[in-house]
């Protein structure tokens, strides 16, 4: 459609210097109204042609070439690299295409297992045996499936995502199946637990520790203990973390609110509860 373009520009400026004469006091051309009317009307004319004939969008960037796929299992097996150039792999239900990453996930390299299936528990366990490479994670831990979903986090950013996996954790549909939905429903428990966790790590930072034979176990407060950097010291404490189970060695400041409810420390024994360092009785 280049020439009808070219066209319509040509006869705008015509029109334009037509109008400029035409509008101008004292001048009078026979005709010329009727000719500048004609020539909108053509042009128009071109101008709808032109917008009705399809455009070629080869080449066009803005045309989406990720849109997102559904594979089976069986398809998804079509791209192990060994039938194909393209290598794709899923994890969590999302399919990634590695073929980038082919020094690793080709035939023969380290990671080919994952290759051309959803083997997201094996991404945690190590496992690369055939009854390792497998997507059943209902076993991993909330900390297991964070790392997890980190990893899902990484392909995102490194590989092109093409779409998912029909099966155990997208429907036929695309949909979330149940068994996806339960594991997203616990991570928002294992965040809580991490934040209790930062928030205990920063008003109750670790002790220090050292264990050598002559001496035994040692527990010690310094401005620097537990990599918590602080301007108090505090003293070592038997700790028991509300809500976790943990029971840890503890700086405690005890001039601080946070240390008032005492039931959760113990003073470790034969030790001065106002000493910095205390050397634990042996079992």
Not at 72 to 97: A, M, R
Not at 115 to 144: V, W, Y
Request: some cysteine; aromatic content about 14%; glycine content about 8%.
């Amino acid at each position: 459609m280049g020439c009808p373009k070219f066209l319509s520009v040509l006869l705008t400026i015509l029109i334009v210097i037509a109008s400029y004469i035409f509008y101008q006091p004292g001048t009078s051309v026979p005709g010329l109204l009727e000719a500048t009317e004609f020539w909108n009307n053509f042009v128009a004319h071109f101008r709808t042609v032109d917008q009705l004939v399809p455009k070629d969008d080869s080449n066009n960037n803005s045309v989406d070439q990720n849109s997102e796929l559904l594979f089976t299992v069986n398809e998804l097996k079509q791209f192990s690299g060994e039938k194909s150039d393209k290598i794709y792999l899923s994890i969590l239900g999302k399919v990634f295409d590695v073929t980038e990453g082919k020094k690793y996930y080709g035939i023969g390299e380290g990671y080919h297992g994952f290759a051309g299936r959803d083997a997201s528990k094996a991404f945690i366990t190590g496992d690369f045996t055939e009854q390792g490479l497998i997507d059943d994670i209902s076993d991993l831990t909330l900390n297991e499936l964070s790392d997890l979903k980190e990893w899902v986090l990484k392909y995102e950013k490194d590989y092109i995502y093409k779409g998912k996996l029909i099966g155990r954790f997208y429907d036929k549909n695309g949909e979330p199946t149940k068994y996806l939905k339960d594991i997203e429903n616990k991570l928002p428990l294992l965040y809580a637990q991490k934040k209790n966790d930062e928030f205990y790590k920063i008003n109750y930072p670790p002790c220090n520790a050292e264990w050598t034979p002559s001496t035994g176990s040692r527990v010690w407060c310094s401005h620097l203990s537990g990599g918590i950097k602080r301007d108090w010291i505090g003293f070592p404490r038997k700790f028991h973390q509300p809500g976790s189970g943990v029971t840890r060695c503890a700086c405690v400041n005890l001039r601080s609110e946070e240390s008032k409810n005492l039931g959760n420390f113990e003073v470790y024994e034969n030790c001065d509860p106002y000493a910095v360092s205390c050397y634990l009785k042996q079992s």
